[in-house]
C-alpha cells in the first residue's frame, strides 16, 4: 500500500521558484533562497503570531529587493524561492535540523513540531528539489551557450540575534573556494560605505554555505554569499544604496 504524500503546494499557490531576467548577459547568476515570507495556503500561519512572521525567521528582508537592484544593474539572471524558509529552508541539506526548523532563534514552530519522514520528504520534494534543479537547469544552459556563470547569493540579517547586537553590517561569506570573497573584500576595504567582515554574522561552520557548495563549488565556479544587516534595506531608499554599492563591488571583483 502507498501511502498519498502530504498536499504542500496548491494550485492557486503556483510554481516555488520564479526567475528573472533568465537570459541576463552577466556571468553573475543570483540566487535568493529565503526572498519571501510567504507560506503555502495549506499551512495557515503554521501556529506562529503575525510578528513572527513578519520577522527574519520567516524570511530576509529586503533581500529579494537588493537582488533585484543588482540583478537590474548587472543585467544578471536572478533565481529566488517564492515560499518562506519556514516550510523549506532552501539553504540547508534535507537531512539538516535546520531545512524545517522546530525553533528558529526565540521563536518556537508549532507546525514544524513533530515532522514524519513523509511530511519532510513532502516538502523536500516540493520545495528544495524543484528550486535546486531550476538552478542547475540555468547553469547547464548557460554553459550550453557559453556563458560562464558565477555565483552570488543574496541574504540579510537581523541586528540583534537572541539578545545580541551585531555590530557588522556586511558580510561576505565563503567555504573552501574564497577567490570572490577574497577580491570582494579587497574592494570594500578601499571605498568602506560599511562595517565589512569576513564570514560574519555566520560562517562555513553554521551551515549556511550549502548553496555555494552545491552549485558554486562542487562545478568549480567562483562563488560568494553576501549578507546585509536588514536594518540598512528596510527601505527603498536603503536597498537601492545597498544594491549599488554591492553592483560596484561585484564588478570591480570580476574585472580584477
Keep these: 500500500m502507498v501511502l498519498a504524500q502530504p498536499r504542500i503546494l496548491s494550485e492557486a499557490d503556483g510554481d516555488c521558484v520564479a526567475i528573472e531576467r533568465v537570459h541576463g548577459k552577466s556571468p553573475v547568476l543570483i540566487i535568493c533562497e529565503h526572498a519571501s515570507r510567504t507560506l503555502p495556503e495549506h499551512f495557515g500561519n503554521l501556529g506562529l503570531s503575525e510578528e513572527a512572521l513578519l520577522s527574519h525567521i520567516a524570511w530576509d ?41 522546530e525553533v528558529s532563534e526565540i521563536y518556537a514552530i508549532p507546525g514544524n513540531r513533530g515532522l514524519t519522514e513523509g511530511e519532510r520528504q513532502a516538502r523536500t520534494e516540493a520545495l528544495y528539489l524543484p528550486f535546486h534543479d531550476g538552478v542547475r537547469a540555468l547553469i547547464h544552459d548557460r554553459q550550453a551557450r557559453g556563458q560562464d556563470s558565477v555565483i552570488v547569493t543574496i541574504h540579510s540579517f537581523t541586528p540583534v540575534y537572541n539578545g545580541l547586537q551585531r555590530a557588522v553590517e556586511l558580510g561576505i561569506l565563503h567555504d573552501e573556494d574564497s577567490r570572490l570573497a577574497d577580491r570582494m573584500l579587497v574592494s570594500a576595504a578601499e571605498a568602506p560605505l560599511y562595517r565589512t567582515e569576513r564570514n560574519e554574522p555566520y560562517g562555513p561552520e553554521d551551515g549556511v554555505t550549502h548553496t555555494l557548495i552545491l552549485h558554486g563549488i562542487s562545478n568549480g565556479l567562483r562563488n560568494v554569499m553576501i549578507e546585509v544587516r536588514n536594518d540598512l534595506i528596510a527601505d527603498d531608499t536603503g536597498q537601492g544604496v545597498v544594491a549599488d554599492y554591492l553592483t560596484r563591488l561585484i564588478q570591480q571583483s570580476l574585472d580584477a
Excluded: E, H, K, W
Design 61 to 101: 528582508p529586503g533581500a529579494l529587493a537588493v537582488a533585484r537592484g543588482i540583478s537590474a544593474a548587472l543585467d544578471a539572471t536572478l533565481i529566488y524561492q517564492r515560499f518562506s524558509r519556514l516550510i523549506y529552508d532552501c539553504n540547508r541539506p534535507p537531512n539538516s535540523p535546520g531545512a524545517m526548523p
